[in-house]
């Protein structure tokens, strides 16, 4: 049997080295190449939403401009041909960058809000008036150039019969308008966005406009858009530059978003994730190299003073270990053994304190001692060598000190198992940083608290946050608000220049009070509102006349605003012609949520006499139309002799709240 060689103990470890090192690099370049793989993937994605996203907020742009033309269309000035009036109260309402023209049946611009009247052998857009006026309803015209101005527009219109004549009431948006819209968007500096009308051509972009507005898209771009969407990973934009590019339909409108990236930008945002993770690689590979060349410097040398000794009689295969094997101290190796084991777990608690994105510390409390990390510092922008816990208590804000205080003060008597606030602590450079805090207790056998062990973390950016969609929530609601009382005070000015008119003001003023009383119930959003609620806040101006019984339901938000305009109508016929136009006539509502139905029963008692009437006024057709229409649901009417009764069903997911008793509703 051949003897082995013993092996030198440099040569076993550069094998070593070399066997961690190869295998090393190896999974690196493997997570390099997932890593960008994954990255391009995100970042396509992330293109593709904001080009949706965008995509949305050109057809709500657009939405707007049809908005305000349905709302113009109504004018009395237009239907009576006033076209002089029809201007001046239409100009104030309009916004920058916008205006309202009138094209007769033969293309010819009659006025333009900005412009006035205008010489009527102009014609103004030419072929986007001939296609409009060919269509039934709304119409979103191509990029065209103006008659007067020679700048780009797009023209939203529909037409409308005046005075038996078919007329073209357009609305005219500026491409700055969408300019705007692209520059809001606060895109990336190197990012290109560009805004394609329904026959592809460039509308708005958001780099070197004036050179490519009104441009042909590219074939590719078509070839996404015709697809419905996507994403194309190598493109040659307009302006030459290589990029990945998104291409989303704006559903609505026709048109269509594109946004371009630098090529080479999911590349530099993966080398941006992954340079701090290939030089920690890089460096704990060279310190693993380094330790092991200086440990086998160390170690060779303490062999070679023990040279002298005898060899053993079984050889390990290793010369130097052999030569050393009989002098190494079996004590010595259980203790060796035992101080590396302590390293190695002070060593994991430090990697632990230090992976934490965030401070962590360890408090005695009988002694008023604690023992921080440096992320505790780091939250505060300064470090201090008190002790104690007044210095962090000094930092809490005056007004979360209580509570922080109420909570710490709890735990330490036994009143609850950990302590958890949410509070402000002052930093050093003057601003408040929002934390998040939770200490659990270490106690001993007659209860105190014999150790506190913690965490404090930085939430500034969860609670900066929720005060942003506080803010976005707060505003919305004041320009709903701005809205009815900007519709109510166009009411009531109409109706002073036509007195004639009053009644129907009025009535449509109570209904658009209803509305916003609908409004404000549901300006929480998605479930905020529930039917009692609603029916008690229609029924309040009518006191102990109206009451409202049964099982209470939530209610979506799309449904409460046809619901008050339903229910507000039959309190304003029943003060009218019902119960409550005599004293002592009350209505009973008795809600009920079978099956997943919302069911509201409406009863009359104390009323004149009632009777079908002849024929069904305005007001009920919009019942109906709203109940069916809007809700989904049906009615059913019994003109019963001691008062009208109704039940009104409709679907949804409403789910119980709440019950009340239906003693009353049993003794009617």
Not at 449 to 459: A, I
Request: hydrophobic content about 45%.
């Amino acid at each position: 049997m051949l003897k082995r060689l013993p092996v030198s103990f440099r040569l076993l470890l550069v094998l070593m080295a070399l066997g961690l090192t190869v295998p090393f690099t190896v999974l690196a370049s493997h997570a390099v190449w997932r890593a960008v793989s994954t990255e391009q993937h995100r970042f396509s994605e992330q293109l593709l939403a904001t080009a949706r996203a965008l995509a949305l907020a050109v057809d709500r742009e657009l939405g707007q401009a049809r908005a305000r033309i349905d709302t113009l269309v109504l004018a009395r000035s237009l239907a009576s041909r006033d076209f002089d009036d029809f201007i001046e109260q239409a100009r104030p309402t309009l916004p920058e960058g916008t205006s309202v023209t009138l094209y007769d049946s033969r293309g010819t611009m009659l006025f333009d809000t900005k412009l006035g009247r205008v010489d009527p052998r102009l014609s103004g857009a030419g072929e986007a008036v001939t296609a409009g006026l060919a269509q039934e309803g709304f119409f979103v015209s191509p990029l065209f150039i103006g008659a007067h101005s020679g700048k780009p527009f797009i023209l939203i219109g529909r037409p409308v019969i005046l005075g038996g004549e078919r007329f073209l009431l357009g609305y005219v948006l500026s491409n700055s308008r969408l300019q705007d819209l692209l520059q809001a968007q606060r895109i990336p500096e190197n990012w290109t966005s560009a805004i394609l009308d329904n026959r592809m051509r460039v509308a708005a972009r958001s780099r070197l406009e004036e050179r490519f507005v009104g441009a042909e898209a590219r074939p590719e771009i078509r070839d996404l858009l015709g697809r419905g969407e996507g994403v194309h990973p190598s493109f040659v934009s307009m302006d030459g530059q290589r990029s990945v590019v998104a291409a989303a339909p704006a559903p609505e409108s026709g048109y269509a978003v594109v946004m371009a990236a630098p090529k080479l930008a999911p590349l530099a945002a993966a080398s941006r994730a992954m340079a701090p993770t290939l030089l920690a690689g890089l460096a704990l590979v060279l310190f693993g190299i380094v330790i092991a060349v200086l440990l086998g410097r160390r170690l060779v040398g303490a062999l070679d003073r023990l040279r002298a000794g005898p060899v053993p009689g079984a050889g390990t295969g290793i010369a130097e270990v052999d030569e050393a094997a009989r002098r190494i101290h079996f004590a010595r190796r259980a203790r060796d053994e035992a101080h590396e084991a302590l390293r190695l777990s002070e060593e994991r608690l430090r990697l632990v304190t230090e992976a934490f994105i965030g401070g962590v510390y360890e408090c005695l409390p009988d002694r008023d001692e604690q023992v921080r990390s440096p992320g505790v510092a780091a939250l505060v922008g300064e470090a201090s060598d008190e002790p104690g816990r007044e210095w962090w208590r000094s930092r809490i804000h005056p007004a979360d000190r209580e509570r922080w205080l109420a909570a710490r003060s709890a735990l330490e008597r036994g009143e609850a198992e950990s302590f958890e606030a949410r509070y402000r602590v002052r930093h050093a450079a003057g601003h408040w940083v929002h934390v998040w805090h939770r200490s659990l207790a270490l106690r001993g056998k007659d209860g105190r608290v014999e150790r506190l062990v913690g965490s404090v973390l930085d939430v500034s950016a969860e609670a900066e946050e929720r005060r942003r969609a506080e803010l976005l929530a707060r505003e919305m609601d004041h320009r709903v608000k701005n809205s009815f009382a900007l519709v109510t005070g166009l009411v009531a000015a109409s109706a002073h220049r036509h007195p004639e008119a009053e009644g129907l003001a009025q009535e449509l003023r109570e209904r658009l009070n209803a509305l916003s009383v609908a409004h404000d119930l549901s300006r929480g959003g998605g479930y905020a509102a529930t039917v009692r609620g609603l029916l008690k806040r229609l029924a309040k101006p009518h006191g102990d006349a109206v009451v409202v019984l049964g099982l209470d339901a939530t209610l979506p938000a799309d449904q409460v605003q046809p619901l008050a305009l339903v229910v507000h109508e039959w309190l304003t016929n029943a003060l009218k012609h019902g119960a409550l136009s005599r004293p002592g006539g009350r209505i009973l509502l008795d809600l009920s949520v079978p099956g997943g139905t919302i069911t509201l029963s409406w009863r009359e008692q104390g009323g004149p006499p009632v009777s079908p009437p002849a024929e069904r006024g305005f007001g009920s057709e919009l019942v109906d139309a709203t109940v069916v229409a809007q809700l989904g649901g049906c009615v059913e009417e019994e003109w019963a002799p001691d008062g009208l009764r109704r039940v009104l069903r409709w679907p949804g997911e409403a789910t119980p709240t709440g019950t009340a008793p239906l003693a009353l509703l049993r003794q009617a």
